[in-house]
């Protein structure tokens, strides 16, 4: 049963997270159950299908399912003694597979005979004897060996089309969609609709939770090329959000830009004017006409905020500068940021090539300048 709770709590109260997960998927940009929610998989793998043992082949990629007939720590080789694998022999009537992993030996604790498990991953000769194996697979326990699995059990790794996120070192796949499968168990209530009925209808969209259950655990019905392709009626309304929710900050800050005050410049265009009779080169057309349109938004008395854009050596370091030095001209300072501290120095070496002869003081301030130096 659903309940009502706060989706923006911290994702390390969600149950079978904690501390230790929580400083991992920080590391992915995820702090709240919400952000875990609304981190979409990456691709997707179709486990909708098993194979009988009896018809594997080396290579292939598939789902396994069998009932455990012997669950053991092996020692593989005398030559390496230190060398640890848990491995289960599973068999479905048809014959045996194995299923390996290294260093798990925690596994003893999961695994025992009798149960009925699924097993995927990429089917390969057993490399320490006769017969297949899987090294390594996800796997999942269908039940603890009752005559029937629970009814009310949900697989979640295999048995479907299954999600694929973006990991980091520490976490693994299976406990990625545990914890997506967890919140969707407990919030799934919680996540409410944003957006009204007529544009839902108008765009054939999916409502906000009826998505987020699509994106991170498809029906059986759904293509796989589409959920690949983010093609998806769920994927579009996910899609639709993110991009509702940019235009929507781009309006408000735009509105707060308009009511920002800020500095009207009113030069003469003394400097500028002097500087041009400086430079070894014309001016173009276009040059001219962006550094038109920026005094034109100084003069205003609101925060300037554009985009000069220009191939290499297209000029826009000079026109970047005769608005520098119209706000020096009205008795003010100006400040040429760079990226890097080579593209700094290499602009005040440039900009101090002309604009010294103008009697204008120019200086360079990086992460190595010292205040005293800047002061003197």
Not at 25 to 50: C, F, H, K, M, N
Not at 150 to 179: C, F, N, W
Not at 232 to 253: C, E, M, N, V, Y
Request: glycine share 6%; charged share 25%.
């Amino acid at each position: 049963m659903t309940t009502h709770q706060d989706i923006t709590a911290p994702v390390q109260y969600l149950k079978g997270v904690g501390p230790h997960k929580a400083a991992l998927l920080a590391r992915l940009g995820i702090a709240t159950i919400q952000d875990l929610l609304l981190t979409l998989p990456v691709r997707y793998e179709d486990r909708r299908s098993s194979a009988k043992i009896v018809t594997l082949k080396p290579e292939q990629v598939i789902a396994v399912i069998g009932k455990v007939v012997v669950a053991e720590v092996v020692q593989p080789s005398r030559r390496n003694p230190r060398l640890r694998i848990f491995q289960i022999t599973i068999t479905d009537g048809s014959g045996v597979l194995k299923g390996k992993w290294f260093n798990q030996a925690f596994l003893q604790r999961v695994f025992k005979p009798g149960q009925s498990v699924v097993l995927y991953g990429t089917v390969r000769p057993d490399y320490y004897g006769a017969g297949l194996e899987i090294m390594n697979p996800e796997y999942e326990i269908l039940d603890d060996g009752d005559d029937a699995p629970d009814a009310g059990s949900e697989q979640v790794h295999t048995g479907r089309i299954v999600p694929v996120y973006r990991l980091t070192e520490g976490l693994s796949q299976k406990q990625m969609r545990a914890m997506v499968h967890t919140a969707l168990a407990l919030y799934e209530e919680s996540i409410r609709e944003t957006l009204p009925p007529d544009i839902l209808q108008r765009h054939a969209l999916p409502g906000r939770r009826e998505a987020a259950l699509a994106v991170h655990f498809p029906p059986a019905s759904a293509s796989l090329d589409d959920l690949n392709r983010s093609a998806t009626p769920a994927h579009h309304r996910l899609s639709f959000d993110k991009l509702l929710t940019f235009q929507i900050g781009l309006a408000t800050l735009k509105q707060h830009q308009k009511e920002e005050r800020g500095i009207a410049f009113r030069p003469k265009g003394v400097l500028a004017g002097r500087l041009e009779q400086l430079l070894p080169f014309q001016l173009t057309g276009a040059q001219r006409r962006v550094i038109g349109e920026i005094r034109n938004d100084m003069v205003r008395a609101v925060p300037m905020h554009r985009l000069v854009q220009g191939d290499v050596g297209s000029g826009k370091t000079v026109v970047a500068l005769m608005a520098m030095l119209d706000a020096v001209e009205c008795r003010y300072q100006a400040a040429l940021m760079a990226p890097t501290e080579i593209l700094a120095e290499q602009h005040y070496l440039n900009i101090m090539h002309l604009a010294e002869p103008l009697g204008i003081k120019v200086a360079l301030q990086t992460a190595s300048t010292r205040k005293r130096d800047l002061a003197e």
